[in-house]
């Protein structure tokens, strides 16, 4: 199966840590997007990337966030200094330039802060 | 700017029985529109989507979705319910056609009763 790859699926951490979570989109993608995602919501955009540029970051990304897709490929999101409040599903969807195809997610990160 | 209203946040159908997941969108432009679904604990799934091609769009697992312009409408039907198809049901629309950014509905949680 080539579809959107997340690693790890499950995430523990004590406030204060900083976590990485990484996403592998399906190879002729050349967009890539994050979301997070909380109990009975739909998901929120957080950020996405066009190859390795990153065009938009949502006013939901703070400082503490940050993500990297350095050679066009996989994508990084870091969040440093964890809140209780960043306990969410993260997920992360590609999709090819243009109104076609739609984006197709990956299983997500669920990320518990303690 | 683009929206989406889904009209019920929760269908209980009993197996067999037509599925009804009703969907009204707002935009400036010619809409893309999509619905996926999310069964619990797994991602997201792409159903189906509209991209200015025939109205009457046919998905996966058989659902299909008619897009009615003059209704500002894209509602997501089924024939006969299965049980399998008890999850969440999100209604989507592009953001200005180019799928850059997806604007998300609060979801329809659909289910299924024996």
């Known amino acids: 199966d080539t579809g959107v790859s997340q690693d790890p699926r499950h995430k523990i951490t004590k406030r204060g840590q900083n976590v990485t979570f990484r996403c592998d989109p399906i190879?002729?993608?050349?967009?890539l997007y994050w979301y997070r995602q909380t109990l009975g919501q739909g998901p929120e955009f957080l950020t996405y990337?066009?190859?390795?540029?990153?065009?938009?970051k949502s006013r939901l990304l703070s400082d503490r966030f940050s993500a990297e897709r350095p050679k066009g490929s996989f994508s990084t999101l870091e969040i440093q200094r964890t809140e209780q409040g960043d306990s969410a599903m993260y997920l992360c969807?590609?999709?090819?330039?243009?109104?076609?195809?739609?984006?197709?997610f990956g299983p997500g990160t669920r990320l518990l802060v303690l | 700017a683009q929206s989406v209203t889904q009209l019920d946040s929760h269908v209980s159908v009993s197996e067999g029985t037509p599925v009804l997941l009703r969907c009204n969108y707002s935009s400036s432009y010619s809409p893309s529109l999509f619905w996926y679904v999310q069964h619990p604990n797994k991602g997201l799934q792409l159903l189906l989507k509209?991209?200015?091609?025939a109205t009457l769009v046919k998905g996966i697992n058989g659902f299909e979705a008619e897009f009615k312009k003059s209704e500002t409408s894209f509602h997501l039907t089924k024939p006969s319910a299965h049980m399998s198809d008890a999850a969440e049901y999100f209604c989507?629309?592009?953001?200005?056609?180019?799928?850059?950014?997806?604007?998300w509905g609060l979801g329809t949680s659909l289910a299924v009763n024996p």
């Open positions: 190879s002729e993608h050349n967009r």
């Open positions: 990337f066009q190859n390795e540029a990153q065009l938009e």
């Open positions: 989507v629309v592009s953001d200005a056609g180019n799928n850059r950014k997806l604007i």
């Open positions: 969807a590609s999709s090819l330039e243009g109104p076609i195809g739609g984006q197709y």
């Open positions: 509209y991209t200015s091609a």
